[in-house]
């Protein structure tokens, strides 16, 4: 009789949103597929020395199990950034993704940390994909941010009607705040005020937790100095960003930033332009 009960309640905890969700575990990739050229690093760390320049990291990220193929983030692919920026290595998100045998289509759902352009100007190129975002992201990007020339620097009008046109299809759900019961395995964070209402991803991987930063941190030098991201309408709340994202990592080596190069020299590769985070 003891054993019996004793499964139940192993049954009732794997059956409620939080049982699921700790059953859940994803194998984490990070894909490269473009690079932009002579970055200034003050637009990356508070106070860094504006003669500084580097090579940046441009990625999205694969989390692989539970019946899903999601990407964190989607990359961009429209003509005027390459006008605008020095983009070298560019490989189409999709096609970055071959290596893994994962094709657009098979694309479950885009995890989207936020707007600006280099993440969210590829949702267009995942048709099957389902968009997880803050609601208060999308409700201001898709609204208020739009009566004034100065409130919505970086992010792409095609970009802000694809988003729409998917909701339309119902194709788009919204994240409210800090969660970690709508997707097993996955945690949705508030992020830093990078945008309007960015968020961070943390995936439960085999034994331990990784924690996806995107722009919440663009540098593993944000963390080593405990310095701000310099794009930010809020400093204060990104390093206290900063620090809840280590925490929910444990180890600071699981907590992976959005542009640096160093994440291809820290992990194992799958591939010339990919590597697992484990």
Request: hydrophobic letters at 45%.
């Amino acid at each position: 009789m003891r054993s019996i009960a004793a499964l139940l309640a192993v049954a009732v905890v794997l059956a409620s949103p939080r049982g699921r969700a700790q059953a859940a575990t994803y194998e984490v990739y990070a894909v490269r597929f473009a690079t932009l050229a002579n970055f200034p690093v003050a637009s990356l760390v508070a106070g860094a020395d504006r003669s500084r320049r580097m090579d940046i990291a441009m990625m999205v990220w694969v989390l692989k199990g539970a019946g899903r193929v999601a990407l964190v983030d989607s990359g961009f692919h429209r003509e005027q950034y390459f006008r605008q920026f020095t983009v070298k290595d560019y490989v189409r998100p999709p096609d970055a993704l071959a290596p893994l045998g994962i094709r657009a289509d098979d694309v479950t759902d885009i995890l989207l940390t936020h707007m600006h352009w280099d993440h969210a100007g590829g949702i267009d190129l995942f048709p099957s994909a389902r968009v997880w975002i803050q609601k208060d992201e999308y409700g201001y990007y898709a609204g208020d941010a739009w009566q004034s020339r100065t409130t919505h620097g970086g992010i792409d009008a095609d970009d802000v009607i694809e988003i729409v046109r998917r909701n339309t299809q119902g194709k788009v759900s919204f994240v409210n705040g800090d969660d970690d019961t709508l997707l097993p395995g996955i945690r949705f964070g508030v992020g830093g005020r990078h945008t309007w209402a960015s968020q961070f991803v943390a995936a439960a991987a085999r034994a331990h937790t990784v924690v996806l930063a995107s722009d919440n941190m663009y540098l593993y030098e944000n963390l080593d100095a405990h310095a701000p991201i310099a794009q930010t309408l809020d400093a204060a709340s990104n390093l206290r960003t900063q620090d809840r994202m280590r925490s929910l990592a444990g180890d600071a080596r699981l907590l992976v930033p959005g542009h640096d190069p160093a994440v291809f020299d820290r992990f194992p590769h799958i591939s010339e332009r990919i590597v697992r985070i484990e």
